[in-house]
């Protein structure tokens, strides 16, 4: 069984959004509602002030307090690593989005229950990439089976060496990132 897992190389990224809107496109989200999320800010002072961008999204943690905190198991994970919210089972209560340190889901107004990034897991059972990484037009974003050695995610990880958001947190998140 894989093990998914994403890295997001944010020296390529171009903060276009393109993977925000090709999300957004694939899961017919409502206006305002994103399951990635860009955050930026400035760092040093004048005259050497760099910008520096961030893709937040739903870390698809093995060890995922989401999962914990959920009173209905409406939030599980699936063997591959990809974290889901059926929402038929979801009672609305919201701590799932009080414990996640990556503040990564969004209310659905018009079903009154949380929901996040889902790794475009209909799209994987096929056989292909998550939209956003598909749609990525700087090629920032990898996708693919963390337990496979030959995997070309190893080898981004290994070179690029990069490294889980928060990792201290120990919630062992499936995204890495390249900064």
Request: hydrophobic share 30%; net charge positive.
């Amino acid at each position: 069984m894989p093990k998914y897992a994403m890295v997001i190389d944010m020296t390529k990224c171009a903060a276009c959004q393109a993977c925000t809107v090709a999300c957004e496109a694939e899961w017919g989200l409502p206006p305002g509602e994103k399951f990635t999320r860009l955050e930026e800010r400035e760092t040093g002072s004048f005259p050497n002030v760099r910008r520096e961008f961030l893709l937040i999204q739903c870390q698809h943690c093995d060890n995922a307090p989401c999962i914990e905190v959920c009173p209905t198991g409406a939030t599980y994970k699936r063997e591959d690593g990809i974290v889901l919210v059926d929402d038929k089972r979801c009672a609305g209560c919201k701590y799932c989005m009080v414990a996640c340190p990556y503040q990564a889901r969004v209310i659905n107004h018009e079903k009154g229950v949380p929901e996040k990034c889902r790794f475009c897991y209909h799209r994987v059972e096929q056989g292909k990439k998550p939209a956003c990484v598909s749609t990525c037009i700087g090629e920032a974003r990898y996708f693919g089976d963390l337990d496979d050695p030959n995997d070309e995610i190893h080898r981004i990880i290994q070179q690029k060496q990069a490294k889980p958001l928060r990792g201290d947190l120990g919630t062992k998140p499936s995204i890495y990132y390249v900064r």
